[in-house]
Structures are given as C-alpha cells and as structure tokens.
C-alpha cells in the first residue's frame, strides 16, 4: 500500500515560516491534501488539490507538490498555528486513503 | 449552517457490535460522499471507510474490511457505520466527514467525534 511520511515535529519561531513535508513514491503524480487539528479539535481542511486554500483558511497558508515530496508552507506564523498537520492522497491503485504520520508543529 | 453530529460510541466487549450514526444537515447530502475516520488515543488519523454520494461505491481500509459495513440513509441525511467483531484495536476517536462530488476529493467538513472504546 502506499506510504506517506512525515516528519514528526518541526518547531519556529514566531513569525518565520515553517515546512512540512510529506514524501511519497511519485506523490507529484496525486493530489495531496493537507488537514490542522488543534488539541481536543476535529481536523480541518487547510489546503486541498496541492495548492487550493478553502475559504476562511488564511493566505499564509500554502502548499506545492512535486517529485517525491509535498509541502505545506505556514508563512509568519502565529501561536494559534500550533497543531498536529496531516497530508492525505487517494491511492487510486488499492481504492483507499491514505493519511500520513502528522507533524507536530510547535511555535517557539 | 453546514454541520455534522456523530452519535452510537460506547464501551463495547471484543466481539462485540455497535452502529455509529452521522446526521448531516445544511448541505445536498446526497450529492456527496461521505467517510468515516478514526483516531486511536495518542495516535495520527487513520482513515476507515468511504461511500459514494449515489451509495453503490463503498470503499474500506483492510484493517476493518469484512468487518465494518458503512452505508447512507439520504431520507434521513444520515451517514453510518456498522461495527462487527469488535477488537481492541479498535479504540479510537470516529470522525464522519464530508467528501465531494467525487471520491478522491478532499474532506471539508468534520464531525466532532464519537469515542468507541472496545475492552472487556
């Protein structure tokens, strides 16, 4: 089956911009989308279609895919940033999705 | 407003059975798909089931296939989830989401969860 890996944990500063990536065999070729769960919350969608930010999800937020690794770019980034992120691809070859690991991502 | 509320999770012995249940409200229910992911405690999201927005596509992830049977009630805007032989492994956190008008589309709206705990 196919495999998404993510870092465990990525810490910034406030302010700086922070990258998550997510790895997989040939991900370039799928459409990765990439959800934020805040501690005791439900996940939300934050980028989907690689690129494409769902309305009330701010422009800091963006997202590229390429080769074998997606990114999830959170630029100036605030305390409220503070979450778990996940990435997420179809993998059309076994009819089934697929979540990575999650990355925790911790403001300094 | 767009929402989802999960409903069924409880406390249930190996072996057992539960039926989750999702109510919809404030979007075309029938036109989407809709899905099932869990999350056990501590853990990342593990996704679990989907089904088409016209019900004849299921898909199920192999942990739960031949076990879970998810289906939709689109009179009743419900989603749900049949759990048969429960085990341990099970435990998690289950999220019913809102898919798109086709299956490889994102999950935009999320439920707030339903604890199913499997132990005796």
């Known amino acids: 089956s196919y495999v998404l890996t993510q870092p465990p944990s990525v810490a910034v500063a406030p302010g700086k911009t922070a990258r998550i990536t997510c790895g997989g065999n040939?991900?370039?070729?799928?459409?990765v989308h990439w959800y934020q769960q805040r501690p005791g919350q439900a996940p939300l969608l934050v980028i989907y279609y690689n690129t494409d930010r769902p309305s009330g999800i701010p422009e800091r937020f963006s997202g590229s895919n390429s080769g074998t690794t997606a990114t999830l770019t959170i630029s100036r980034v605030v305390a409220g940033d503070e979450a778990d992120y996940y990435c997420?691809?179809?993998?059309?070859?076994?009819?089934?999705?697929?979540f990575g690991g999650g990355t925790q991502l911790t403001v300094l | 407003e767009v929402q989802l509320v999960e409903s069924g999770g409880a406390l249930e012995q190996p072996g057992g059975s539960l039926r989750l249940s999702c109510a919809a409200s404030g979007f075309a229910f029938s036109s989407f798909a809709m899905t099932w992911v869990r999350q056990a405690p501590g853990k990342g999201l593990e996704w679990v089931s989907i089904i088409s927005g016209s019900g004849d596509r299921t898909y199920y992830a192999d942990s739960v296939k031949g076990r879970f049977t998810i289906s939709r009630d689109d009179s009743k805007n419900t989603l749900y989830l049949q759990m048969n032989s429960l085990r341990a492994e099970d435990t998690a956190t289950y999220y019913c989401?809102?898919?798109?008008?086709?299956?490889?589309?994102?999950?935009?709206?999320w439920g707030q969860g339903t604890m199913v705990t499997v132990s005796s």
């Open positions: 040939n991900i370039g070729h799928n459409s």
């Open positions: 989401a809102k898919g798109g008008l086709l299956i490889d589309d994102a999950f935009d709206i």
């Open positions: 997420q691809v179809w993998d059309a070859t076994n009819d089934s999705w697929v």
